[in-house]
């Protein structure tokens, strides 16, 4: 069955420091999204993105936030500045239909120390 | 966005009965509705789906019904095994390339 890929499963950071998290979607799915999920909370919607541009983004998506598809096949998710309140798991999904079908990656737990 | 949300934090049920997960919705406007598994360290895992033109759904031991007049969405699993002790969120979106809105999730645990 197809599976989202996303790496590294762990990735600890220093508070300030810049990362990037990277995500290959199921191959022919179009729509592409970033999930967090804090420690014991639900998850939450931070973009949507889909023809190379941002389709929506929530309130957390904030000018720290970035998104790139660099090739046809990675999709990433750029913290340029991470603070301690970034520590979550983040969880990459992709669809090949608009709000249908999502299929989530395992995610990266990022740690910021 | 609007806030979705389960009624109960934690569901334990004897091993083979059948179990129901409930969540209330607030966005009337929200026309797509997903179970979502997650187990510990994993992402969340498809279960079913449904859209707002029906109002039950079936799948392998698994049916969610949908009543829109209350927002109340909920989850049937038949038969429980000890594979199904996971959480379980709903979640709803408008369509098109909204982002999913998720619950806080019911913790299912199967007693043997």
């Known amino acids: 069955e197809p599976e989202v890929t996303q790496t590294p499963s762990h990735q600890v950071t220093q508070m300030g420091q810049e990362v990037i998290l990277r995500c290959v979607p199921i191959s022919n799915h179009l729509y592409f999204y970033w999930y967090r999920q804090i420690l014991g909370q639900k998850v939450e919607f931070l973009v949507s993105?889909?023809?190379?541009?941002?389709?929506?983004k929530s309130e957390i998506f904030d000018d720290q936030f970035s998104v790139e598809r660099p090739d046809g096949s990675n999709f990433t998710l750029k913290i340029r500045s991470t603070k301690l309140e970034d520590s979550a798991m983040y969880f990459c999904?992709?669809?090949?239909?608009?709000?249908?079908?999502?299929?989530f990656g395992s995610g990266t737990r990022l740690t910021v120390v | 966005g609007e806030s979705v949300g389960l009624h109960l934090p934690t569901l334990s049920v004897q091993e083979g009965d059948n179990s129901i997960i409930n969540c209330a919705y607030s966005n009337s406007a929200s026309d797509y509705f997903i179970w979502y598994k997650q187990e510990s360290g994993k992402g969340p895992q498809f279960i079913i789906d449904i859209r707002s033109n029906m109002d039950k759904r079936q799948g392998q031991r698994v049916t969610v019904l949908l009543n829109k007049t209350v927002k109340h969405l909920s989850l049937q699993i038949a038969a429980t095994q000890p594979g199904d002790s996971a959480v379980y969120f709903c979640a709803d979106s408008g369509g098109g390339a909204d982002g999913l809105t998720f619950g806080k999730g019911t913790h299912l645990i199967i007693q043997p």
């Open positions: 999904a992709s669809s090949g239909t608009p709000g249908e079908g999502y299929t």
């Open positions: 993105f889909y023809n190379n541009e941002i389709s929506e």
